[in-house]
């Protein structure tokens, strides 16, 4: 199975990489070099130059992802679980989730300043919400007979939850954060290019202004392998820890 995913990744590379380099030589401008060039500038630059600015943009991303799980999963819980919860910070959730959070980029940017605190904050603000509705719904979906055998045997809390509320909801958490790990890199990029010398965003904008369009795809392609890696990581920890769905 995993053989015949690689390939189908190889696949699916090769066809854009062909897509690419047709585009190329139809343009035959600089503005759409062709995958070859880009391929020898990113060998060239990419131990001088990118990986300081992908390891600066991964690592924004799994400080906002862990700080959105830590808050969202267990807000999730209990809201799911406890009815009462929920009816209280419902109207919160739904009132603060709508909001396009790149509209709040000014705010955080005013309290946090421009550095670090304000990127990782925007990450947290676009997937924890998610976090929250998804976990939520996934423990709302128990049918409550399921709880009976465990009350009857005196279960505490953290039992409960080990035995059924965490592997009930995992399946929506790891979608939800699948989802918005999606947006989130894409908000990244348009924060990066405010009070930072490093990042992708700032590597990607930095190529174009000086008209490198070479670096500029070679940066385009990196954030796009940063994106294959990620979304390859959590389908590869859904099939390890939600290994029920593939039988």
């Given at each position: 199975m995993r053989k015949y995913t690689v390939l189908w990744y190889a696949a699916a590379i090769v066809v854009l990489f062909a897509a690419w380099w047709?585009?190329?030589?139809?343009?035959?401008r600089?503005?759409?070099?062709?995958?070859?060039?880009?391929?020898?500038?990113l060998a060239d630059v990419f131990v001088k130059y990118i990986a300081i600015h992908g390891a600066?943009?991964?690592?924004?991303?799994?400080?906002?992802l862990f700080l959105a799980v830590s808050v969202g999963l267990p807000l999730g819980v209990v809201m799911g679980y406890f009815s009462r919860a929920d009816r209280l910070l419902a109207p919160l959730v739904y009132l603060t989730y709508p909001i396009p959070k790149i509209a709040l980029l000014?705010?955080?940017?005013?309290?946090?300043?421009?550095?670090?605190?304000?990127?990782?904050?925007?990450?947290?603000?676009?997937?924890?919400?998610?976090v929250i509705i998804a976990v939520r719904d996934g423990i709302r979906s128990i049918p409550?007979?399921?709880?009976?055998?465990?009350?009857?045997?005196g279960a505490s809390f953290r039992e409960i939850f080990v035995e059924v509320l965490w592997p009930a909801s995992l399946p929506k958490f790891i979608t939800a954060v699948r989802v918005a790990l999606a947006t989130a890199m894409s908000v990244l990029f348009f924060t990066e290019t405010f009070g930072t010398q490093y990042g992708m965003g700032y590597f990607i904008m930095d190529a174009w202004l000086r008209v490198n369009y070479l670096e500029m795809y070679s940066g385009i392609v990196v954030l796009s392998l940063i994106g294959l890696v990620l979304f390859g990581m959590i389908d590869c920890i859904e099939k390890y820890v939600c290994h029920w769905q593939y039988k």
């Amino acid at each position: 199975m995993r053989k015949y995913t690689v390939l189908w990744y190889a696949a699916a590379i090769v066809v854009l990489f062909a897509a690419w380099w047709i585009t190329a030589m139809i343009v035959g401008r600089p503005i759409i070099p062709s995958p070859v060039l880009v391929g020898g500038n990113l060998a060239d630059v990419f131990v001088k130059y990118i990986a300081i600015h992908g390891a600066y943009s991964l690592w924004r991303i799994a400080t906002g992802l862990f700080l959105a799980v830590s808050v969202g999963l267990p807000l999730g819980v209990v809201m799911g679980y406890f009815s009462r919860a929920d009816r209280l910070l419902a109207p919160l959730v739904y009132l603060t989730y709508p909001i396009p959070k790149i509209a709040l980029l000014p705010i955080l940017m005013l309290l946090c300043g421009v550095g670090e605190m304000a990127k990782v904050l925007m990450i947290f603000l676009i997937i924890v919400f998610q976090v929250i509705i998804a976990v939520r719904d996934g423990i709302r979906s128990i049918p409550k007979e399921t709880y009976y055998p465990l009350y009857s045997l005196g279960a505490s809390f953290r039992e409960i939850f080990v035995e059924v509320l965490w592997p009930a909801s995992l399946p929506k958490f790891i979608t939800a954060v699948r989802v918005a790990l999606a947006t989130a890199m894409s908000v990244l990029f348009f924060t990066e290019t405010f009070g930072t010398q490093y990042g992708m965003g700032y590597f990607i904008m930095d190529a174009w202004l000086r008209v490198n369009y070479l670096e500029m795809y070679s940066g385009i392609v990196v954030l796009s392998l940063i994106g294959l890696v990620l979304f390859g990581m959590i389908d590869c920890i859904e099939k390890y820890v939600c290994h029920w769905q593939y039988k």
